[in-house]
C-alpha cells in the first residue's frame, strides 16, 4: 500500500468530490479521503471548507481514521471555532475511554485545539487525567497543562492545575517527572516572579532521582531545570555536581551539554582550593572533546559553547589543541568555528603547530575559511609575542602567493601587528608597497593608506604612493577617504616642506566636495590646526596612540556570564541573550551565574568568587573598553614629542615657556597688594606661644587626625637657588581636598612681595584651586606657612616619573622653577571602595601582565592596624580572607582621575615582609601606588 | 520547545508539515524554502534565523528536516532530536527518500503525534514505539487490557527501551568492536597526532529482561582489581588500555559506570551501539607509510612510497588503497609496483594502488614517475599528503572484550547457555602521510 498517490496533483472540482467520498458510507473509502485531506492540507492547500464532512468521521473505532481527523483538527478548528464544538462530546468520551492510548490520545489533542470554548470543556477530563492510574496519561496530561497555559494561563491558575502540576514532581514514575518538570519550566518563563518551580534541597533530591531512571530527552528537562536552581552554599552545589557528573558519559549529546551547564555554573561557587575543584575540571574536558566525533551539526553547536567555555574557564581544554585542528571535510561552519577556538588557546606552547596548521589552511579553497586563517595568523603574532617574528614571515610568504584575497588580508593584519609592536617590522614594508595596486577592497587599501602614512618618513615615495590613491579620492569608500586624508596630514606634519601641495589637495577634496559630513569635518579639523597651530596639529595626529588589546574579540564578561547559564541553547550558539532574538517577554529572564557562598569560611575569597552579581540585582557594570580608552587618554595621550624636553631637576629653567604671560596675567589679575609695613602675625615656624602653636596646628595639621597621611615637610627649593627663597612643602589630602602645605622663608636681604605661583601640566591635572595668598610682603628672615587648595582639573600631561610636579614660583625678584614628586596616595579618592562582585569582575577582567608585586620590608603590622592605617588614606578594604595562616586582604583604591588600582596584601603574622600585588589597567601607577602604601604604612 | 517541524524534498516542496505551536504559521514553511534551501550560496550553518525565527536542519540524501522555533530551546536537544526521528523513520520504512516519505506520510504524522507534544521529544525507541504504531494500522482495539498497559508502562517506564515477554529459542548474541584508526604522520615518520575512535555495537537475541554486564581491558578497572595480587597486575596491566573518554547507550546505569567503572544494562532488543569511545596511548599503526619524494629538473618528480604492515603475520589486512597526490600540471605518470595494482587517476590528481590484501610484517613498494608541464606559477605545489585507507581483523587501540556476563533470574537460561560471538575491526580514518 503506498500513499503518495494522495500527493497527486489535483484537479478543479477536486474539494467537491472529496466531499462526496467524506460522506461515502463504505469505511476504506472515507479513509482515503480523509489521507487526501491530509495530503492537501500538507502541501499547503486550504481544505478548511470539508470541516464538517472531515469532523462526521470522528466519531469511528478506527484508531488510524481518528487520529486523521484529530490531525485535521489541530490545524484548522481555529479557523472554525462553532464547528470545532462538534468535535467537543467525542473527546470528552474519548477521556473515558478503557484504553490507555486512547484517553491520552484525546487529552494530547484537545489541547492543541486552540479554541476558547474547547478550553472550557478540557478542564475537567485533564483533571481527571491527571490523577489517571496510567502514567502514559499522566505525562501526557502533564504536557497538556502547559498547552492549556498558552491559550489561557488565568484558566489554569483558577482551575488549581499549577498545584497538581507540582504534585506530579513527586509522581512515581520518571517520565511523568520529567514532563511536569518541562511544562512548570516553560510556564514559569512566563511568571518570572513566581515561585512555580519552588526548588528546594528536596525537591531537587527527586529530580536528581529521577534523572537517573527517564529517557533521554527527560534528561535534559531536568537538568535544564537544575541549571536555575541556586545552591545555598558551597557544599549543597558539590554534591548536586557529583551526582550530575555521571551525565558527562551520556550518548545524547544534549544531555552531557545540559549537565556541562549546571557544572560550569556550580562550579563557580566552589573554593579553587578544594580538591574537588580541581577534579571536575579534569572531568570536564574529556565529554567537550567527544561531542566533536559528533554528527557536523551537533558538533556546531558543541564548538560555539566551547568557544564560552574557554572564554570562561581557559584551564579546561588548554591542552587539548590537536582535537580542533581542521579536517578536510568538516562543513565550513565546523570548520570556522574551530578555527576561532584555536586561536583562543594559541599560547607559547603550541604556537609553533598552531602556526604550521595556519599555514596549511590558508592555501585551502573556501575564501572565508582561508581569510580567517591570515587573519588567525595575525591575532597570533599579537597574542604571542614570542611568535610575532614568524608570524610575519609566514604572512610574506602568503603575499608572496599573490592570491588576491590572501594579499589584502594579510595587509589588514599586519597593520595591526605594526600597532602592536611598532618599530619592529618596519622592513616589511617595501614588499607590502610592491602589492598596492592589486588591493581593491576598502579595508585593504585603508590598511595599507594607514602604514604609509604612519611610516611615512621611512617610505621615501610615500608622497607618490599617497597622491595615486587622491586621484580617484571620491570612488573611494568613507574608510578609505577618511585614512587618506589622516595620511596625507600625516606625511605633512612630516615632510612638510614637498608636501605642503597634497595636503591642500586632500583637504580641499574632503572640505569643498564631498558631501560626507564626517570627511568634512575632519577636513576641517585639519585644515583649522593646521593654520592656526601645526604644534597643536601634531600633538593630535601624530599623538601617541594606545596599545591594542591582544583579544579582540573577546565576549564582555557580564553577557558571558550570563551566557554561560544558557549553555547548550539557541542563545549559546548566537552568542546573543535570549531577548535579542526571542519576541515578547518569554523566555528572556536575565540569568546570572551564583555568587560563591560559603559554609566553611566565614570569609569569601575573591579569587575564586563569581564575577555575576545574584539573581535578581541588576549586575554591576564593568568598565567597558570606552571608559578604558578614556583612563588612557587622561594618562597618556600628551604629546611626547612638541616642544623641549622637559628637565626634572630643581634648577632655573628660565627658558622654558612654562608659564609664559600666565604668570604675569595670574598676578595682573589678582589684586592683592598688601601694605609693606603691615605686622606680619603670621612667623608661624617658630614657637610664639602654645597656644597659638596648637591652633596652627589645627588648622594645618588636621590630616594627620583624620585624613591620609602627610610627609614631613622637605625642602624643594633651597635658598641659594632661588635667591633667597627657600621653599619647603609637603602635600596633604583632607576631607576630598587636596593642599600643598607650603613654608616660605625669606633667607634674602631684601623684603619679598608679589607671590604667585603655577604648575606646570602634569599627569593627574594638578593644578591650584587658588591663588598663593600671601597676606604681607615677607620680610627677611621671616617665614610664612601656606596652605595651597589644589585641585584636578587642570591640563594633563604624562610626566616621567609620574608623579612629577613641575612648580614655578614669582615673586618681585625674580621666576624660580623646581620640581618636587607629590606621594600617589594624595590623590586616592573617598569613593574608592569597590563592591566586591565587581572587585572581582575587574580583577579577572585585567590581564595578568598589568600585574605587579612588590615586597613591602620591616613593617610588622598586623592585618587589621595595616587595614585601619590605609583605610585613613582611602585604601579601602574590599575583603579579608586566611590562607594558611596568611592574612589576604582584597583591596582598591581610586584615583582622582577615575583610574582603580585593586591591591592584593599578603600579611604573614611574625614575619616583618609582606606582600603587595597591585593590578591595574594603567600599569605604570603600581609602582607609585607601592610607594605609597610603604609610605602610608611604616608611618 | 520546537514550535514547528517541516520536511521537504530537494526542490523545497514540503512533504511534512506538522505545527506544534500557534507562534509558527505557515509563512515560516516558505522562509525556510527561500532563505535556506533556494539559497544561492551554500549553507553556512545548520542554524538560521530568519525574522527573529530560528530553523535547525539536518540533511538526509536530498531531503531537509527543519524543526523551526521562536523560543530560547536546547538547541543540542533538537539536534538530537532531528537525527532520533531520522532514525525511527529508516527502522520504520528503511531509506528516507522521497517516495518513502509520501508512501508514509500518515505513519510520520502518526509518529511525530507520539514522539513530539507540544514540541517536547517524547520516548522516540523504535522498539518501544513499534509495540503500539504500526504500519499496518493500529491494533488497539484487539489488545487485551494487559497488553495496553503492558505498553504504556514501557513508553514511560524506567526501561523504555525494551518491552517485556521477548522470547527466543536459542539466546544469542553478537558483539562487534569497531574502531577507526587515525594518524597524521610527518615524512620522517613521527606521528604528529594518532587516535581511535571506537564503537561498541551489539547486537542481542534474549529472552526475557536480561541483565548485562560488560568487562573490557580498562587500565582503571585492571588496575583496581589488580590490586590484590600484585602478579596479575604485572600480568595483565601491560595489555590494559587507557581510555580517554566513553560515553554510552541510554541503557547502561551510568551512575554505576560513574562510581565503580563497571557497565551494566538491560539490552535494547537487536541492534544498537553499546558505548563510543576514544583513545590516544599507545595505539597499534597498522601500517607505515613511507614516502620518498624527489624532483627531478622543473619537469619530473620520482615518488617512491614504501608500506609496511605493522601487527601479527598470521592475521590479513584487506581492502588496502594508497592515495598519492600528483602536482596539477601532470603530463604523464608511469608506475611499478610489487604487489597489487596502480593506477594514475588525472581526475583525482592521484595515483591510486589498491591491494587486496596484505599479511602482517611485510612490506611492498611502488616507483612512480611523474612528468610535469612546464608551468611559469610561481606557486609552488603544496605537496598534499598521502593517505590511506585499510581493513584490519584486530582493533588498533588494544581493546579486548573480557566478558559479557547475561543475568535473568526470571527465566531458566543461564550465562553458560548464551551464544556469543565477538569480532574485532580496525578500519582506516583519516590515515595520512605528509610527504
Known amino acids: 500500500m503506498t500513499d503518495s498517490k494522495y500527493f497527486t496533483t489535483t484537479k478543479k472540482g477536486e474539494i467537491f468530490e472529496l466531499k462526496a467520498e467524506l460522506n461515502s458510507d463504505k469505511k476504506e473509502k472515507k479513509k482515503e479521503a480523509v489521507k487526501k485531506v491530509i495530503a492537501s492540507m500538507t502541501t499547503g492547500k486550504d481544505v478548511s471548507a470539508l470541516f464538517p464532512d472531515v469532523v462526521n468521521c470522528m466519531q469511528t473505532d478506527n484508531l488510524e481514521l481518528k487520529k486523521l481527523v484529530y490531525l485535521y483538527l489541530m490545524n484548522y478548528a481555529k479557523s472554525q471555532p462553532d464547528m470545532a464544538i462538534m468535535a467537543v462530546n467525542t473527546f470528552v468520551k474519548d477521556c473515558e475511554d478503557p484504553n490507555p492510548l486512547i484517553r491520552a490520545l484525546a487529552v494530547r489533542t484537545m489541547g492543541c485545539i486552540r479554541v476558547d470554548k474547547i478550553t472550557e470543556y478540557l478542564c475537567e477530563p485533564l483533571r481527571k487525567c491527571l490523577k489517571d492510574e496510567d502514567p502514559y496519561v499522566r505525562k501526557t496530561a502533564a504536557v497538556c497543562v502547559a498547552k492549556l497555559h498558552d491559550i489561557n494561563a488565568q484558566l489554569v491558575e483558577d482551575q488549581g492545575f499549577l498545584d497538581t502540576l507540582k504534585d506530579l514532581i513527586s509522581d512515581s514514575n520518571p517520565m511523568v517527572v520529567a514532563n511536569a518538570v518541562a511544562a512548570l519550566s516553560e510556564i514559569a518563563e512566563s511568571h518570572p516572579s513566581s515561585n512555580l518551580l519552588d526548588l528546594n534541597p528536596q525537591s531537587i533530591n527527586k529530580l536528581l532521582t529521577a534523572l537517573n531512571e527517564c529517557t533521554e530527552w527527560g534528561q535534559i528537562f531536568i537538568l535544564d531545570c537544575l541549571a536555575n536552581y541556586t545552591p545555598k552554599d558551597d557544599r549543597e552545589a558539590q554534591s548536586i555536581c557529583e551526582r550530575v557528573t555521571p551525565r558527562l558519559s551520556h550518548a545524547n549529546s544534549a544531555v552531557v551539554l545540559s549537565a556541562v551547564k549546571v557544572l560550569m555554573k556550580f562550579m563557580e561557587m566552589l573554593s579553587k582550593d578544594l580538591d574537588y575543584y580541581g577534579t571536575l575540571l579534569k572531568k570536564l574536558a574529556p565529554p567537550l572533546v567527544t561531542l566533536l566525533s559528533a554528527e557536523p551539526e551537533l558538533q556546531y553547536v558543541a564548538l560555539r559553547n566551547i568557544n564560552l567555555i574557554v572564554q570562561k574557564r581557559p584551564e579546561i581544554l588548554k591542552h587539548e589543541m590537536k ?507 573617598e569613593d574608592g571602595k569597590m563592591d566586591r562582585q565587581m572587585f572581582l569582575a575587574t580583577w579577572k577582567d585585567i590581564p595578568n601582565e598589568n600585574e605587579a608585586q612588590f615586597q613591602i620590608r620591616d613593617c610588622p603590622l598586623n592585618a587589621e592596624a595595616a587595614s585601619s592605617k590605609l583605610q585613613s588614606s582611602n585604601i579601602f578594604t574590599v575583603a579579608k580572607r586566611n590562607v594558611e595562616g596568611q592574612d589576604m586582604l582584597y583591596q582598591s583604591l581610586k584615583l582622582t582621575n577615575g583610574i582603580w588600582v585593586l591591591a592584593e596584601l599578603r600579611i604573614q603574622p611574625g614575619n616583618p615582609s609582606c606582600t603587595l600585588s597591585l593590578k591595574c589597567r594603567a600599569p605604570e601607577v603600581s609602582q607609585h601606588v607601592y610607594q605609597a602604601y610603604e609610605t602610608i604604612l611604616k608611618n | 520547545m520546537i514550535g514547528g517541524l517541516f520536511i521537504y524534498n530537494h526542490k523545497g516542496e514540503v512533504l511534512i508539515s506538522r505545527v506544534y505551536r500557534d507562534d509558527i504559521g505557515r509563512n515560516a514553511v516558505d522562509a525556510f524554502r527561500v532563505n535556506v534551501i533556494h539559497a544561492r550560496q551554500q549553507v553556512r550553518s545548520p542554524v538560521t534565523n530568519i525574522a527573529r525565527t530560528s530553523f535547525f536542519h539536518v540533511k538526509r540524501s536530498n531531503i531537509w528536516l527543519a524543526a523551526v522555533t521562536k523560543q530560547n530551546v536546547n538547541a543540542a536537544m533538537v539536534f538530537e532530536f532531528l537525527y532520533k526521528m531520522c532514525d525511527v523513520m529508516a527502522a520504520y520504512f528503511g531509506k528516507i527518500s522521497e517516495e518513502n516519505i509520501k508512501n508514509n506520510f500518515v505513519l510520520i504524522y502518526e509518529l511525530l503525534d507520539e514522539i513530539l507534544d507540544f514540541g517536547y521529544p517524547q520516548n522516540s525507541e523504535t522498539g518501544a514505539l513499534k509495540t503500539f504504531i504500526t504500519q499496518q494500522g493500529i491494533k488497539s482495539q484487539h489488545q487485551t487490557k494487559e497488553e495496553q498497559s503492558q505498553i504504556t508502562s514501557q513508553v514511560t517506564g524506567q526501561i523504555g527501551w525494551r518491552r517485556e515477554g521477548i522470547k527466543y529459542r536459542r539466546n544469542e548474541l553478537f558483539l562487534d568492536v569497531l574502531e577507526s584508526v587515525n594518524l597524521l604522520m610527518s615524512p620522517q615518520g613521527q606521528v604528529l597526532s594518532a587516535h581511535v575512535s571506537g564503537r561498541v555495537v551489539m547486537k542481542s537475541y534474549l529472552s526475557g529482561m536480561p541483565e548485562c554486564k560488560f568487562g573490557m581491558n580498562d587500565k582503571i578497572v585492571i588496575e583496581k582489581q589488580g590490586k590484590g595480587t600484585a602478579d596479575e597486575t604485572s600480568k595483565s596491566g601491560k595489555q590494559s588500555i587507557a581510555i580517554d573518554d566513553c560515553t554510552f547507550h541510554q541503557c547502561v546505569r551510568l551512575s554505576k559506570f560513574d562510581s565503580e567503572r563497571s557497565i551494566s544494562f538491560i539490552p535494547p532488543d537487536g541492534e544498537f551501539e553499546l558505548m563510543r569511545y576514544r583513545t590516544t596511548k599507545d595505539i597499534i599503526l597498522p601500517f607505515r607509510v613511507i614516502p620518498l619524494v624527489r624532483e627531478v629538473g622543473r619537469t619530473k618528480l620520482e615518488v617512491k612510497v614504501v608500506i609496511k604492515s605493522n601487527f601479527k603475520p598470521s592475521l590479513l589486512a584487506q581492502k588496502i588503497e594508497v592515495r598519492i597526490p600528483t602536482p596539477l600540471n601532470t603530463s604523464g605518470v608511469q608506475v611499478i609496483c610489487m604487489k597489487g595494482k596502480a593506477k594514475y587517476k588525472a581526475s583525482e590528481n592521484a595515483i591510486v594502488w589498491k591491494i587486496k590484501r596484505m599479511a602482517g610484517m611485510k612490506e611492498s613498494q611502488i616507483n612512480a614517475e611523474i612528468e610535469l608541464l612546464p608551468t611559469n606559477d610561481k606557486k609552488k605545489w603544496a605537496r598534499p599528503p598521502i593517505s590511506m585507507n585499510f581493513e584490519v581483523p584486530f582493533a588498533p587501540s588494544g581493546l579486548k572484550v573480557r566478558y559479557l556476563k547475561v543475568f535473568e533470574p526470571k527465566l531458566n537460561y543461564s550465562d553458560h547457555d548464551v551464544i556469543k560471538w565477538v569480532r574485532y575491526i580496525g578500519r582506516s580514518g583519516i590515515y595520512e602521510t605528509r610527504c
Not at chain 1, 618618513?457 to 577618511?482: K, M, P, Y
Open chain 1, 323 to 829: 582535537v580542533f585542528f581542521v579536517k578536510y571535510n568538516d562543513p565550513i561552519y565546523v570548520k570556522l568555528e574551530k578555527l576561532d577556538i584555536m586561536i583562543r588557546l594559541a599560547s607559547q606552547a603550541n604556537i609553533a603547530q598552531v602556526l604550521a596548521e595556519l599555514k596549511e589552511y590558508a592555501t585551502e579553497v573556501d575564501v572565508d575559511f582561508v581569510r580567517k586563517a591570515v587573519r588567525a595568523i595575525g591575532r597570533c603574532a599579537i597574542k604571542v609575542e614570542q611568535s610575532a617574528e614568524r608570524c610575519v614571515s609566514t604572512l610574506l610568504d602568503l603575499i608572496q602567493t599573490k592570491v588576491n584575497y590572501v594579499v589584502q588580508e594579510a595587509i589588514v593584519v599586519i597593520k595591526d601587528i605594526f600597532r602592536k609592536y611598532p618599530n619592529k617590522y618596519e622592513s616589511v614594508i617595501a614588499t607590502l608597497c610592491e602589492n598596492l595596486d592589486s588591493l581593491d577592497e576598502p579595508e585593504a587599501r585603508a590598511a595599507m593608506i594607514w602604514i604609509v602614512g604612519e611610516y611615512a618618513e621611512r617610505i621615501d615615495n610615500a608622497d607618490e604612493l599617497l597622491e595615486s590613491f587622491l586621484e580617484g579620492f571620491h570612488d573611494e569608500s568613507t574608510q578609505v577617504q577618511l585614512q587618506l586624508l589622516t595620511a596625507i596630514v600625516k606625511l605633512f606634519l612630516k615632510k612638510p616642506t614637498e608636501t605642503q601641495e597634497l595636503v591642500q589637495q586632500v583637504l580641499s577634496l574632503a572640505t569643498q566636495d564631498s558631501d560626507n559630513p564626517d570627511l568634512r569635518d575632519r577636513g576641517y579639523i585639519y585644515w583649522r590646526l593646521l593654520s592656526t597651530d601645526p604644534v597643536a596639529a601634531k600633538e593630535v595626529v601624530l599623538a601617541e596612540k594606545p596599545l591594542i588589546s591582544e583579544e579582540t574579540d573577546l565576549i564582555e564578561p557580564t553577557l558571558l556570564d550570563e551566557l554561560i547559564c544558557y549553555i547548550g541553547t539557541l542563545a549559546s550558539v548566537y552568542h546573543k541573550p535570549p531577548s535579542a532574538f526571542v519576541e515578547g517577554g518569554r523566555g528572556v529572564v536575565h540569568k546570572s551565574l551564583p555568587p560563591r557562598t560559603a559554609s566553611s569560611e566565614s570569609a569569601e575569597s575573591p579569587e575564586t568568587a563569581p564575577t555575576g552579581a545574584p539573581p535578581g540585582e541588576q549586575p554591576d557594570v564593568i568598565p567597558a573598553q570606552g571608559d578604558l580608552l578614556g583612563d588612557l587618554l587622561n594618562l597618556d595621550l600628551g604629546p611626547p614629542v612638541s616642544g623641549p624636553p622637559l628637565a626634572t631637576s630643581s634648577v632655573q629653567m628660565g627658558a622654558v615657556d612654562l608659564l609664559g604671560g600666565g604668570l604675569d596675567s595670574l598676578i595682573g589679575g589678582t589684586n592683592f597688594v598688601a601694605p609693606p609695613t603691615a605686622a606680619v602675625p603670621a612667623n608661624l615656624g617658630a614657637p610664639i606661644g602654645s597656644g597659638l602653636s596648637d591652633l596652627f596646628d589645627l588648622t594645618s595639621g588636621v590630616g594627620t587626625l583624620s585624613g591620609s597621611y602627610v610627609a614631613p615637610k622637605a625642602v624643594w627649593l633651597p635658598a641659594m637657588k632661588a635667591k633667597g627663597l627657600e621653599i619647603s612643602g609637603t602635600f596633604t589630602r583632607q576631607v576630598g581636598s587636596i593642599s600643598m602645605d607650603l613654608q616660605l622663608t625669606n633667607k634674602a636681604l631684601q623684603v619679598m612681595t608679589d607671590f604667585a605661583i603655577q604648575f606646570n601640566r602634569n599627569s593627574f591635572g594638578l593644578a591650584p584651586a587658588a591663588p598663593l595668598q600671601v597676606h604681607a610682603p615677607l620680610s627677611p628672615n621671616q617665614t610664612v606657612e601656606i596652605s595651597l587648595p589644589l585641585s584636578t582639573v587642570g591640563s594633563v600631561m604624562k610626566m616621567e616619573p609620574l608623579n612629577n610636579l613641575q612648580v614655578a614660583v614669582k615673586n618681585n625678584i625674580d621666576v624660580f622653577y623646581f620640581s618636587t614628586l607629590y606621594p600617589l596616595h594624595i590623590l586616592f579618592v
